[in-house]
T-cell receptor
Framework: QQQVKQSPQSLIVQKGGISIINCAYENTAFDYFPWYQQFPGKGPALLIAIRPDVSEKKEGRFTISFNKSAKQFSLHIMDSQPGDSATYFC?????????????FGQGTRLTINP | KAGVTQTPRYLIKTRGQQVTLSCSPI?????VSWYQQTPGQGLQFLFE???????NKGNFPGRFSGRQFSNSRSEMNVSTLELGDSALYLC???????????????FGPGTRLTVL
């Protein structure tokens, strides 16, 4: 019930295309859903995050779509660029007296072909 | 502002040994969390420290322990190393308790531990 399932494991998209990564969760107590981007040799970096009281959040070319009833959320990268090639992780957490325990998906290795 | 610093970056140990990893958070950050990253299990939460107290713990055996000092720097210790402990250990800091996105966590580059 603590798991977050992420798909696909790897994704190849042409430059200028739309990259879509999906995640599903079971624990309805989760109330914070961030996406992280990780480049080789670096730690993950927060990309964009959403809370379940909104269905969509957009920041530049990155959009999170959130479906509370289906317990699913997805990351859309519009006009994908070679510099977007990285591993993307979805995550979920809930507050526990202020402490956070992020549960991560397995990651998606995204390759943008020029 | 300097980012999260982790030392050492690479470490090779043998089974049965113990290891201590160090994390220096971003200046002003009081919360430090540790994660283990492996190809098979992905990113898994180990524990979070705030004001020198462990506030949250993941599902890892007691061989994994940590502590936080008064300057917010944190150390993680793994005793009696096993082959399966080979992983990238990531430290993340935030201004306060990360509590469901109240404060953004910033990750360091990690320490790559190899157990032979």
């Amino acid at each position: 019930q603590q798991q977050v399932k992420q798909s696909p494991q790897s994704l190849i998209v042409q430059k200028g295309g739309i990259s879509i990564i999906n995640c599903a969760y079971e624990n309805t107590a989760f109330d914070y859903f961030p996406w992280y981007q990780q480049f080789p040799g670096k730690g993950p970096a927060l990309l964009i995050a959403i809370r379940p009281d909104v269905s969509e959040k957009k920041e530049g070319r990155f959009t999170i779509s959130f479906n509370k009833s289906a317990k699913q959320f997805s990351l859309h990268i519009m006009d994908s660029q070679p510099g977007d090639s990285a591993t993307y992780f979805c995550a979920a957490s809930f507050g526990n007296q202020g402490a956070q325990k992020l549960v991560f998906g397995q990651g998606t290795r995204l390759t943008i072909n020029p | 502002k300097a980012g999260v610093t982790q030392t050492p970056r690479y470490l090779i140990k043998t089974r049965g040994q113990q290891v201590t990893l160090s994390c220096s958070p971003i200046s002003g950050h009081r919360s430090v969390s540790w994660y283990q990253q492996t190809p098979g299990q992905g990113l898994q939460f180990l524990f979070e420290y705030f004001s020198e107290t462990q506030r949250n713990k993941g599902n890892f055996p007691g061989r994994f322990s940590g502590r936080q000092f008064s300057n917010s720097r944190s150390e993680m210790n793994v005793s009696t190393l096993e082959l399966g402990d080979s992983a990238l250990y990531l430290c993340a800091s935030s201004q306060g308790l990360a509590g469901a996105g109240l404060h953004t966590q910033y990750f360091g580059p990690g320490t790559r531990l190899t157990v032979l």
